[in-house]
């Protein structure tokens, strides 16, 4: 089991910049494979971003490519999202996910564990 804490959360304009973290504890960080999702009020999770622990390079929902980017420093047992030219329909509640799985996956049943979520406000 793995335990996620997020962090870097807050309120920004549109068109501004924030960078979350995840600090990731209780199994290798190394052989960990990392996303981060999203919900919205009244709408379900989405997938945003993810980096698997093997190097199959990282990949992203369609809404966030281009603006968002996924980084891991396994050294720190920590995975960013580094959220450019932020959007209002940004806005959500992101979290951190793990998987040991070493593939590219979306889907929320191939991340075994999850934290508690960071929220993310846009105005505009």
């Not at 509640?93 to 960071?118: F, I, K, P």
């Amino acid at each position: 089991q793995v335990q996620l804490l997020e962090s870097g959360g807050g309120l920004v304009q549109a068109g501004g910049s924030l960078r979350l973290s995840c600090v990731a504890s209780g199994r290798t960080f190394s052989s960990t494979s990392m996303a981060w999702f999203r919900q919205a009020p009244g709408k379900e999770r989405q997938f945003v971003a993810g980096a698997p622990w093997i190097a199959y390079g990282t990949y992203y929902g369609d809404s966030v490519k281009g603006r968002f980017t996924i980084s891991r420093d396994n050294a720190k047992n920590t995975v960013y999202l580094q959220m450019n030219s932020l959007k209002p329909e940004d806005t959500a509640v992101y979290y951190c996910a793990a998987s040991s799985l070493s593939l590219r996956t979306m889907r929320e049943d191939d991340y075994d564990d999850w934290g508690q979520g960071t929220q993310v406000t846009v105005s505009s």
